[in-house]
């Protein structure tokens, strides 16, 4: 076993099932002449090697279910060879010339445990593959089980509803994909060189994947593309493992899909499980999670234009092509190409033929559909019920409208070759798919490049339509992943069986210069976005994605599937009371300014008034002559002052700083704003007419401003009202001495302050603004700080303390002060410093109090010249 099986207990959520494993890491690999390095060796806990395991930097690892070759058994050894019509393969032509590429993936054979490290050695030597031996109980489990039984069907939305319709969530399933995605990862880590070798994770099966790696390696370069929908939030978090699954996706770099609609899906099952928000920066879009951004890729998948091209012109396809023409002489050929799968849609595409036969007596006896069924994907009732249920339908329309040596409906249910295949694209003048939920499908675009043809086919061919026009229709599903690149498409609803007929019907009836103007622009279409320009633009994006990987310190965070890497700024660190407290000792003029809510404060506590301990520790931080304190929070002033009434020398900032006082028998000062808040008459109006419909929103009423919340609202409504209310707002409060702000789930109007008064801008109150008043009024009283702590644990105090540094590198104090900003939780911060709750933050203050020392409690009399110098009344 190797040392990284250890660590899937972290992992796995219940008792992970006992699967025989590869008999052993795979065999000694040569690195550098003469040098054999051990590929188990261990690593360093930061997940950088001792020892390289790759042969050259820079390579890219290529992990899927299944290698990109054919196996087959000869007498008694087995033999190799590449799929040339495998993805895997064909997308080698969109890398850098000279880059190397491995792939770790499943073989569709079962090799056994005897034969197995010879044939490892055999396929790393000759097509640098890795095999992950799977067991056939764990095959059939993670495969058969758990990625069609359960991944596949939810996917194409369909829901195990009742025990008839489809199958129900199995705890052990689950268990033997994990298991089998540990698999996957160890082969993986048996050979990367994590600081420069790139990972390109494709497909369902291996969605959690991406979290073994990142556990072992925080740095590793890794993109994840996924080959099949992604259904929307509805469907997706019925998935009793909904958020493990999204947790790990998002331990990868960059996540692609085929399309917008996919993406979409993800990202509002993002927002609404784990709350995250994303957003679009210069074309690119990002979700940000623990410091890190994770990228969004959206570039349907293409064909290979050389592999169709070399089939074009083998003598077999054009003989084939002269067979199917003699055949069909006098017919109206219309083609259809997919798997046996419930999602596909045969049975009502023949459905479809079956009312344009009916509507349109004249075609009957000209019209033939031939639909090249391939083999089931997976196995089942819902398989063999499609299976018939299709046989079944074409020997029904054959009975009704065919006719002694005509059949409309032309069933090829047997495998048969590719330039077979080819052959019937390049006849066949319309192909339908029709499909009621699938991903990308190759198959219009196939269609496309054979109705293109080559010169040398047309010079093959004795019936020639060399010099003619390229034409060709498409009718296709608007359900499938290519669909929204076709635009000359003629889209489809598939459920919609008329309609189906009469685009059906419009297709073969179309005049030839517009088949050509259709055919035409797919052609270039298909032709500019092959399967080597996704590569390559996936490659791009992905450097672009791991180009800061060295910048950040990595931290790892969490258990099981919900592990993280917790990117931050190589300076940001745990604030250390070993640190802090003798910085505390050595200064006598200290300002200290805390957040409430989620800083002193618990943020999920239902109670919102401070308790016993949080009281006693702040008034012992005041009883300190030489301390200034204040909390600086976003809420009222009522509020804070009942809650801190025992606090006599407490300085509280409340409302982001609009209000202010130095103690509690000081008088609030307002910020220095144009009294007239008649604009409150104008934004309230809307921010009602938004909550009311709004559900789950509501309006908070300050003093200085208005919030309208939407936190308890459908996110993404939520989202999209706010948008539109800070637009609405924006207009209405033209011409009125407000800004207007949207952040996370509020829309907030707050007054706007003159660029002429000190400490101000015209970014409205705030708490940066009201940090730098207080820590100048310090200044210019002769008592400058020398030691600065500020924490809080939100984006308001963010401004705080970026203002601070700015603050105290003013001219006018003697000596630069000693600055703690913390920030309360890991998390991407301006502050230098974190702690991890707000339990942390009580503990540090009250070892700073204890710092102080017993003192006598401070009175209001004793700090009456303190107020006289600060220009403010007792």
């Known amino acids: 076993m190797t040392k990284s099986w250890t660590n899937f207990f972290d992992f796995s959520s219940g008792d992970v099932q006992d699967y025989s494993r590869t008999p052993r890491a795979l065999p000694k690999v040569i690195t550098s002449p003469g040098v054999i390095s051990n590929l188990e060796d261990d690593v360093n806990n930061d997940g950088s090697s001792n020892v390289h395991l790759t042969v050259s930097r820079g390579r890219t690892i290529i992990v899927a279910n299944s290698l990109p070759l054919h196996a087959q058994r000869d007498t008694d050894k087995w033999c190799f060879s590449l799929d040339e019509d495998s993805l895997l393969l ?19 054979v079962d090799i056994d445990s005897s034969e197995q490290e010879e044939v490892a050695q055999k396929l790393l030597e000759d097509f640098n593959c890795i095999p992950t031996f799977l067991s056939p109980d764990l095959h059939k489990k993670f495969y058969n089980g758990f990625c069609k039984q359960q991944l596949w069907p939810l996917f194409h939305y369909m829901l195990p509803i009742s025990p008839d319709r489809g199958d129900r969530f199995n705890r052990s399933l689950w ?42 390696f925080s740095r590793v370069k890794l993109g994840f593309f996924l080959h099949s929908p ?83 012109n083998l003598s077999s396809t054009a003989s084939k092509v002269k067979e199917i023409r003699e055949q069909f002489a006098g017919k109206m050929l219309i083609l259809g ?150 635009s000359g498409a003629i889209r489809v609803n598939p459920w919609d069986i008329d309609a189906v007929a009469d685009a059906l019907y419009l297709g073969i009836t179309m005049s030839d210069a517009e088949k050509q103007l259709r055919h035409e622009k797919h052609y270039r279409y298909v032709s500019s976005h092959n399967v080597a320009y996704w590569a390559r633009s996936f490659m791009q994006d992905l450097e672009r994605a791991c180009k800061d990987h060295f910048n950040k310190r990595c931290w790892r965070v969490g258990l099981g599937l919900g592990f993280r890497v917790v990117a931050l700024s190589p300076n940001f660190r745990k604030l250390s009371t070993d640190h802090i407290v003798p910085a505390y000792k050595r200064t006598s003029r200290r300002a200290i300014f805390l957040d409430y809510d989620g800083t002193i404060m618990p943020q999920t506590s239902i109670v919102k008034t401070p308790g016993p301990e949080i009281i006693t520790v702040v008034n012992n931080l005041c009883n300190d002559t030489k301390n200034t304190v204040f909390i600086v929070s976003g809420r009222g002033r009522r509020s804070l002052s009942e809650w801190f009434a025992p606090c006599e020398m407490l300085g509280i900032a ?94 907030e109007v707050k007054p706007q302050e003159s660029s002429s008064i000190l400490f101000y801008d015209m970014q409205g109150v705030s708490k940066g603004l009201v940090a730098e008043k207080l820590l100048t009024t310090m200044v210019d009283s002769g008592k400058p700080p020398d030691f600065v702590i500020c924490i809080g644990d939100d984006r308001s105090d963010e401004d705080m303390f970026e203002s601070i540094s700015n603050t105290v590198s003013i001219p006018s104090l ?61």
Request: overall charge negative; some cysteine.
């Open 654 to 747: 409340a409302e982001h700083g609009y209000f202010t006082r130095w103690s509690k028998s000081s008088d609030w000062e307002s910020s220095p704003l144009a009294p007239d808040l008649n604009w409150k008459k104008i934004a309230e109006p809307v921010m009602r007419l938004y909550t009311e419909t709004t559900d789950g929103s509501y309006i908070e009423t300050k003093e200085s401003a208005l919030v309208w919340h939407h936190q308890d609202a459908d996110p993404d409504f939520g989202s999209c009202q706010s948008m539109e209310l800070l637009d609405h707002l924006e207009k209405v409060l033209a011409n009125e001495p407000v800004v207007v702000k949207r952040g996370q789930y509020i829309v």
């Open 175 to 216: 268990q033997a994909y994990l298991s089998a995605n540990k698999i996957f990862a160890d082969k993986v880590m048996e050979v990367i060189n994590p600081d420069d070798d790139y990972v390109w994770v494709h497909d369902y099966h291996l969605m959690v994947l991406p979290s073994f790696l990142r556990k072992r």
């Open 90 to 108: 064909q997308m080698k032509d969109g890398f850098s010339l000279g880059t190397e590429v491995t792939y770790v993936g499943s073989l569709n």
């Open 230 to 312: 992604f259904p929307s939030s509805e469907i997706y978090r019925t998935l009793p493992v909904r958020e493990d699954i999204l947790k790990s996706l998002l331990n990868s770099d960059l996540i692609g899909f085929h399309t917008f609609d996919y993406a979409r899906h993800f990202l509002s099952c993002c927002s609404r499980m784990l709350g995250l928000d994303y957003a679009s920066k210069r074309g690119y879009i990002g979700l940000e999670y623990f410091g890190r951004t994770v990228n969004i890729k959206i570039l349907p998948v293409g064909v290979h234009m050389g592999r169709l091209e070399s089939v074009l």
């Open 337 to 486: 190409v997919d798997d046996m799968d419930i999602f596909k849609g045969i049975s009502l595409k023949l459905l479809a033929v079956e009312k344009l036969l009916q509507e349109h007596p004249e075609l009957q006896g000209i019209l033939v559909i031939v639909q090249i069924v391939n083999s089931a994907r997976s196995t089942g009732k819902d398989v063999e019920e499609a299976k018939r249920e299709t046989q079944l339908t074409a020997k029904k329309i054959n009975e009704i409208y065919g006719s002694s040596g005509y059949n409309p409906v032309v069933l090829i249910e047997h495998p048969i070759p590719l330039y077979e295949k080819v052959a019937y694209y390049s006849v066949a003048e319309c192909c339908v798919v029709n499909a009621v939920r699938d991903g990308m499908n190759l198959v219009p675009y196939k269609y496309i490049v054979c109705r293109q043809g080559t010169a040398q086919m047309d010079e093959a061919m004795t019936t020639s339509v060399k010099g003619s026009s390229r034409t060709s229709t498409l009718v296709v599903s608007e359900f499938i992943g290519c669909s929204p690149s076709l």
């Open 814 to 874: 003697p000596k630069v002060p000693e600055i703690f900003a913390c920030t309360v939780g890991q998390k991407p911060s301006k502050a230098k410093y974190y702690l991890d709750d707000s339990v942390e933050v009580i503990k540090m203050l009250q070892k700073l109090a204890a710092a102080s020392g017993t003192k006598k409690p401070r009175h209001v009399s004793d700090i009456q010249v303190c107020f006289e110098r600060l220009g403010l009344d007792s």
